[in-house]
């Protein structure tokens, strides 16, 4: 088997395993604003129904809400290969297990295993400017 048909089968695999799909969100660039206006963050959507899988990682990271450290599971995201994806993105899980959360991108670079890209993410809530 050739490398090419080898990194199908993988990749074809891959997104057999991510039976979510999410709409990823970016924060758009600030527009003009009318004087006295509050100012609010406005979000695009940058992708919509791309497969995702949300998975624990190894080991935990230390967090502070508020004034307590905490320690939570490192999660980590399953997305196809080529997924346009930025630090800080939102993804938003709207089909599957964990359908209403929301993950943010801790670092978008990820492990691209050439099969998916794996990107480190915390859940985070929704942002109330979200319909």
Known sequence: MSLEATLAHSQSAALGRMT????????????????GALKTTAWTS??????FRLIRGEGYRSILIGETQTEVANRLGDLPVGTP?????????????NAGRVVRVLESIGA????????????????EEWP
Do not use: F, M, W, Y
């Open 20 to 35: 979510s799909r999410c709409t990823i969100h970016r924060k758009a660039a600030p527009g003009a604003r009318t004087p």
């Open 112 to 127: 691209d295993q050439r099969k998916s890209l794996r990107v480190p993410v915390v859940e985070t809530q929704r942002p």
């Open 46 to 51: 940058v992708a919509t129904g791309i497969p």
């Open 85 to 97: 994806l930025l630090d800080n993105d939102l993804i938003e899980i709207t089909v599957g297990k």
